[in-house]
């Protein structure tokens, strides 16, 4: 697997819709990997270029994820 599939895109739309770009992941690893500590980790982009791993006991990253990624716009009628 190479590094460009062990991601994906998770915001869709455009840059200045991004309210906080310091707090909006906009990409993401798709699978947790586990870490020495038994902690499960992934590894996040957000939309001002920096990046963060982000570790849960569980590897349960629902509720992070949904503070941190924008739901796509609703298709319009």
């Known amino acids: ?7 994906e895109i998770v915001y869709q739309g455009k840059w200045s819709e991004v309210k906080n770009p310091s707090k909006t992941v906009v990409l993401r690893e798709k699978q947790a990997h586990q870490m020495p500590d038994g902690r499960w980790a992934k590894v996040y982009g957000f939309a001002d270029g920096h990046s963060e791993i ?3 006991a569980d590897g349960n990253f629902e509720a992070w994820e949904k503070e941190r990624i924008i739901a796509p716009p609703a298709p319009s009628q």
């Open 54 to 56: 982000h570790k849960e």
């Open 1 to 7: 697997e190479t590094a460009a599939e062990q991601f």
